[in-house]
């Protein structure tokens, strides 16, 4: 029987772009193609439903972080629009390209914890599967003199 997941690692493990269920098998096959199921639990992914929310997400983290500091560069040095754009554009894009995957991958942990969609299904089914495994005793274990 496994334990089960508290919300906050879930969300850890989706974030580290593992299966939230067992934190080992890979959650995406590609860029952000979320693998059907886990290589190594098989929890089943298909459920997931994570559509645009990440992009908005990203948008939204990137712009808090990069107007500020954009800000901030033309506050104490005032560089030129040109040195702006070769240094903000990319710093933008970059940031995106890495968080995206990531947030992505806390959203489907998300939707995973809190049984979103199909995942309350897989989640109960799971739950009988566990429970109906036959359980070690511990007491009929012998002591090693």
Not at 56 to 71: E, S, T
């Amino acid at each position: 029987m496994t334990a089960p997941v508290s919300f906050a690692k879930a969300l850890w493990r989706g974030f580290t772009m593992k299966c939230p269920n067992c934190g080992r098998g890979h959650l995406f096959g590609r860029f952000l193609k979320v693998v059907d199921s886990c290589a190594i639990c098989g929890e089943d992914y298909t459920p997931q439903r994570a559509d645009d929310l990440p992009a908005y997400l990203v948008i939204a983290i990137v712009g808090h972080l990069v107007v500020p500091a954009l800000l901030a560069v033309e506050m104490a040095y005032s560089p030129p629009a040109w040195l702006q754009l070769l240094i903000w554009v990319p710093v933008t894009g970059l940031a995106a390209l890495l968080l995206l995957q990531p947030v992505k991958g806390t959203i489907v942990g998300l939707q995973w914890q809190t049984g979103m969609h199909d995942f309350e299904t897989a989640t109960r089914r799971r739950e009988a599967r566990d429970a109906a495994a036959p359980q070690p005793n511990p007491i009929s274990k012998e002591l090693v003199s």
